[in-house]
């Protein structure tokens, strides 16, 4: 029988995508206890970039515009949120339905810990007497490096999932690669958050991406053999 082309591209979960998913789990409760006990090497180290990237902000009003472009248009969280939307209309036109509503609700998760996150620790984010920018809410973990991880790793995923051709992969691994990198400097750059913060991001997004992808394999091969 010729299968349903809505069945949604199964591989079964890799127990390196598991062990991961475990470690990078670890990490982000190993930061955030840092964060929140307020641990003087952190807060050290994050004083000291953030001190020296802000007189740089100060003194490079160029390089400072730059930094706001890439960090309130191109690489927003709205504008990644968008992207995600891309990507699920051009599956749904493919007829991974499912896959769609996968990654779709593994970016609304995503920011929904992030903001649960943001208001559960409640941290302060730096105060400059001079400000190049400015943020609201919380500090940690930062949104913008947060959403780029899960949106570039879920980007990623789908791809390799579907076997497009590897040079789309590449391409879209090292754009990808330059967005959430980029985006978590400008924020530090710009002065609305600390290194921390933009770690605790990337560390909480990359979990959230392993984490949906081995739910997501397993789902799948239990969908399998329950039809077999």
């Known amino acids: 029988m010729r299968p349903s082309p809505y069945a949604p591209p199964s591989r079964p979960a890799r127990p390196a995508f598991t062990r991961a998913a475990l ?20 807060v050290s180290f994050d004083r000291t970039v953030g001190d020296a990237l802000h007189d740089s902000a100060v003194g490079h009003p160029a390089v400072t515009r730059t930094n706001r472009i890439l ?16 990507v699920c209309v051009w599956l749904i036109r493919r007829g991974e339905r499912l896959l769609a509503l996968w990654i779709a609700v593994t970016s609304a998760v995503g920011a929904l810990v992030q903001q649960s996150l943001k208001a559960a620790v409640g941290r302060e984010r730096p105060v400059w007497p001079d400000p190049v920018d400015s943020a609201h809410f919380s500090a940690w973990p930062s949104g913008h490096a947060m959403t780029a991880m899960v949106t570039c790793g879920l980007l990623v995923w789908v791809l390799g999932l579907l076997g497009t051709a590897p040079r789309l992969r590449i391409a879209v691994l090292v754009v990808g690669t330059v967005s959430w990198i980029g985006v978590g400097l400008t924020r530090v750059y710009l002065g609305v958050h600390w290194v921390s913060d933009v770690l605790g991001g990337w560390l909480l997004g990359a979990a959230v991406v392993a984490l949906s992808t081995v739910a997501y394999g397993r789902w799948t091969a239990s969908r399998e053999g329950s039809s077999a």
């Open 71 to 86: 960090s309130d248009w191109v690489w927003d969280p709205w504008t990644m949120r968008a992207l995600v939307a891309v």
């Open 23 to 42: 470690v990078l789990t670890g990490l982000c409760v190993a930061l955030l206890l840092l964060v929140v006990t307020e641990w003087r090497p952190l």
